[in-house]
């Protein structure tokens, strides 16, 4: 079946009303992207929404436009360029205007973080976060909490370590985010690596490796790559017996999985640590 250009269709139905605003018009395919019942053409919705950004005179009109063409490209990959410029203009318009409501001024502030953590832009995605967290009243606590962690992600991403250890250990105090437990402690691990304090971050590994993430196969692959960031950091601290028996550990584990590719993994490791002990012996 020819794949319906809903994008197009509606567009032209509108043009034939006189009484229609071109805000009314960019509202009205808004509309249709917001529906998760309508089907419509990516690349037709576009370049709807991009002719009416070209004819727009106001600042409403290029504010919704704007707004509307981040979220379109928001749907697909490797738009982050684009999100990242009708986003921003989309809040800079809004900043005067105030027409867009709490949700809409969260979606733009949260996009631009995924965007600008996609570019590895650490810092810009961390002043993107924060004004989402700061727009996410509406929102409940779990997603709050998980907004936080985000955050602390970023700290620890912009060298900001303390303050990331910090926000951690108040998340992980959460009983209602058990299903990110095991993702907290590894924060924890890597916060704590950083500044230092081995004895802690070796605690929050090995609490990792107990967590039950709730299906067999995510509960395993959290405690193949607990073992492993603890085999590492022995090997680091020089506790160089006790790094070689928690690869071979790893190695049984993954053989008692039946994964020949996680077992194939943790053979080359243990290969790699092997060849590491013979250079430093040298």
Same mark, same amino acid.
């Given at each position: 079946?020819?794949?319906?250009?809903?994008?197009? #269709?509606?567009?032209?139905?509108?043009?034939?009303?006189?009484?229609?605003?071109?805000?009314?018009?960019?509202?009205?395919?808004?509309?249709?992207?917001?529906?998760?019942? =309508?089907?419509?053409?990516?690349?037709?919705?576009?370049?709807?929404?991009?002719?009416?950004?070209?004819?727009?005179? #106001?600042?409403?009109?290029?504010?919704?436009?704007?707004? @509307?063409?981040?979220?379109?490209?928001?749907?697909?990959?490797?738009?982050?360029?684009?999100?990242?410029? $009708? !986003? #921003?203009? &989309?809040?800079?318009?809004?900043? #005067?205007?105030?027409?867009?409501? %709490?949700?809409?001024?969260? !979606?733009?502030?949260? =996009?631009?973080?995924?965007? @600008?953590?996609?570019?590895?832009?650490?810092?810009? *995605?961390?002043?993107?976060? %924060?004004?989402?967290?700061?727009?996410?009243? $509406?929102?409940?606590?779990?997603?709050?909490?998980?907004?936080?962690?985000?955050? &602390? *992600?970023?700290?620890?991403?912009?060298? =900001?370590?303390?303050? &990331?250890?910090?926000?951690?250990?108040?998340?992980?105090? /959460?009983? +209602?985010?058990?299903?990110?437990?095991?993702?907290?402690?590894?924060?924890? *691990?890597?916060?704590? @690596?950083?500044?230092?304090?081995?004895? +802690?971050?070796?605690?929050?590994?090995?609490?990792?490796?107990?967590?039950?993430?709730?299906?067999?196969? +995510?509960?395993?692959?959290?405690?193949?790559?607990?073992?492993?960031?603890?085999?590492?950091?022995?090997?680091?601290?020089?506790?160089?017996?006790?790094?070689?028996?928690?690869?071979?550990? =790893?190695?049984?584990? *993954?053989?008692? @999985?039946?994964?020949?590719?996680?077992?194939?993994?943790?053979?080359? +490791?243990?290969?790699?640590?092997?060849?590491?002990?013979?250079? %430093?012996? /040298?």
């Amino acid at each position: 079946m020819k794949k319906l250009n809903v994008g197009s #269709t509606l567009l032209n139905k509108i043009f034939k009303s006189k009484k229609s605003t071109l805000v009314s018009k960019i509202l009205e395919l808004g509309k249709t992207i917001e529906d998760p019942e =309508r089907m419509f053409s990516f690349s037709g919705m576009r370049e709807d929404l991009s002719e009416l950004l070209a004819s727009s005179q #106001t600042n409403e009109e290029k504010l919704y436009a704007n707004y @509307y063409l981040s979220m379109i490209y928001s749907k697909s990959y490797d738009y982050e360029s684009e999100i990242i410029s $009708h !986003s #921003t203009i &989309a809040l800079e318009l809004n900043a #005067t205007l105030k027409k867009l409501n %709490q949700e809409q001024v969260f !979606s733009l502030n949260h =996009r631009l973080y995924e965007a @600008y953590s996609e570019f590895n832009e650490h810092q810009n *995605a961390l002043e993107y976060l %924060q004004a989402a967290i700061a727009n996410a009243n $509406h929102r409940t606590q779990n997603e709050v909490s998980n907004l936080i962690a985000l955050k &602390a *992600a970023c700290f620890h991403e912009v060298g =900001r370590y303390k303050e &990331a250890l910090q926000l951690n250990k108040e998340i992980l105090s /959460n009983p +209602d985010l058990e299903e990110i437990k095991h993702l907290i402690l590894n924060n924890l *691990a890597n916060n704590s @690596y950083e500044l230092g304090l081995m004895e +802690d971050a070796e605690h929050y590994l090995k609490e990792m490796s107990k967590t039950d993430c709730g299906y067999p196969e +995510d509960t395993f692959i959290n405690k193949f790559n607990s073992i492993f960031q603890l085999a590492v950091l022995k090997f680091e601290l020089g506790e160089i017996e006790k790094s070689t028996n928690l690869f071979q550990q =790893r190695l049984k584990l *993954a053989i008692g @999985y039946g994964d020949c590719d996680y077992i194939e993994e943790a053979e080359i +490791d243990i290969q790699q640590l092997y060849e590491k002990q013979l250079s %430093q012996q /040298n």
